[in-house]
């Protein structure tokens, strides 16, 4: 167990439909960051907060964002779902998010149909 | 862009064999290396990191990791593999990207079986 805990653990819904994924980092860690792992892409990263502001982008779609909020929760927001969007999503969480190791969360795995 | 290579995508070994997956990335600057295992419906977990100094790092349940600078090399090995190690193996590189981020990128990951 990382300490690092994400709601859901699945979530079924239709295209069109919105939702959002919430994750806990492990006590006293300042930075989260979300990825997106699909059978085609891999593992990639969506994005980075640190101490509730974004501060780094990666191969993030318009359709979908995020925030953290003042107890340090991250919430990743994702709409207009798309087929594709199906996917494994995961967060990790680090102290100060520099060169320190990532913890993982469980992930919640998102089913478009 | 920095990326990361892992060459094999699927291994498949017998119980007590060695292993060695390979791991190359593109990036001049510094680095953090990783390596994460991800077992059958579970989340990542860390393997083993480097951050410097010695280049062969050792990490949980009898794995290795040598980084090889001047080949941009990070090769994953354990001596005699188990069955209970069939799972996914991540490389993930962790250089600076400005602004003071450091986002992981991941190699597509190798599938290691390992049959009894």
């Known amino acids: 167990d990382s300490g690092v805990t994400q709601t859901p653990k699945h979530l079924i819904t239709a295209t069109g439909q919105r939702v959002t994924l919430r994750c806990s980092p492990r006590s006293g860690d300042l930075s989260v960051y979300w990825y997106q792992q699909s059978l085609d892409q891999g593992l990639q990263f969506l994005i980075q907060?640190?101490?509730?502001?974004?501060?780094a982008k990666g191969n993030i779609l318009e359709r979908f964002s995020a925030q953290q909020f003042p107890d340090l929760h991250s919430e990743l927001n994702l709409s207009s779902l798309e087929l594709g969007d199906s996917a494994l999503y995961f967060c990790?969480?680090?102290?100060?998010?520099?060169?320190?190791?990532?913890?993982f969360g469980p992930g919640t795995r998102l089913l478009v149909l | 862009a920095q990326s990361v290579s892992q060459h094999n995508h699927h291994v498949i070994l017998s119980e007590a064999a060695s292993l060695e997956l390979g791991c190359n990335y593109s990036y001049g600057g510094t680095v953090n290396l990783f390596w994460y295992v991800q077992y059958p419906g579970q989340h990542l977990q860390l393997l083993l990191k480097?951050?410097?100094?010695?280049?062969l790092v050792k990490g949980i349940k009898g794995f290795e990791a040598e980084f090889i600078k001047s080949k941009f090399s990070f090769n994953l090995r354990k001596p005699s593999v188990q069955w209970s190690d069939t799972a996914e193996y991540f490389c993930?590189?962790?250089?600076?990207?400005?602004?003071?981020?450091?986002?992981?990128?991941f190699g597509k990951g190798t599938k290691l079986s390992v049959i009894p």
């Open positions: 990790a969480s680090s102290v100060a998010g520099g060169m320190e190791t990532q913890y």
């Open positions: 480097y951050f410097s100094g010695d280049p």
């Open positions: 907060y640190y101490n509730g502001e974004e501060r």
């Open positions: 993930a590189v962790n250089p600076y990207s400005g602004a003071g981020s450091y986002q992981l990128t």
